[in-house]
């Protein structure tokens, strides 16, 4: 079932300027993936790539879980639309290991 305004309030928390907010909006996002609806593809291709550089390290983690989640929920020609992210997906692992 769509819920536009719980997605909607998850976009808003995904953008917050509280690190707290934004973590627990991906993580909410990675358990219920199903919510991202097809026609939204730029607000989540824009959200998953401001979580992946955002500044909290457990930002990036739950940006990067929720993304695995959703990339898996989908089928695989739509995948490819999102294949942009792989590169910023990546890029998330060095400064943890450094840190």
């Known amino acids: 079932e769509p819920w536009p ?3 909607g309030a998850l976009f808003q928390a995904s953008q917050s300027d509280d690190s707290g907010h934004r973590e627990t909006a991906f993580r ?3 358990m ?3 919510i991202i609806e ?4 730029d607000v989540v ?7 992946f ?5 457990s930002v990036r983690l739950a940006a990067m879980e929720a993304f695995a989640s959703f990339f898996r929920s ?3 020609k739509s995948q490819q639309k999102y294949y942009a992210l792989i590169p910023d997906i990546l890029n998330i692992l060095p ?3 450094d840190s």
């Open 45 to 51: 291709l824009a959200a998953f790539t401001k979580g």
């Open 95 to 97: 400064p943890i290991k």
């Open 74 to 76: 989908i089928n695989k």
């Open 28 to 30: 909410i996002f990675a």
């Open 5 to 7: 305004e719980l997605l």
């Open 38 to 41: 097809k026609q939204h593809e």
């Open 32 to 34: 219920t993936p199903g």
């Open 53 to 57: 550089k955002d500044d909290a390290s």
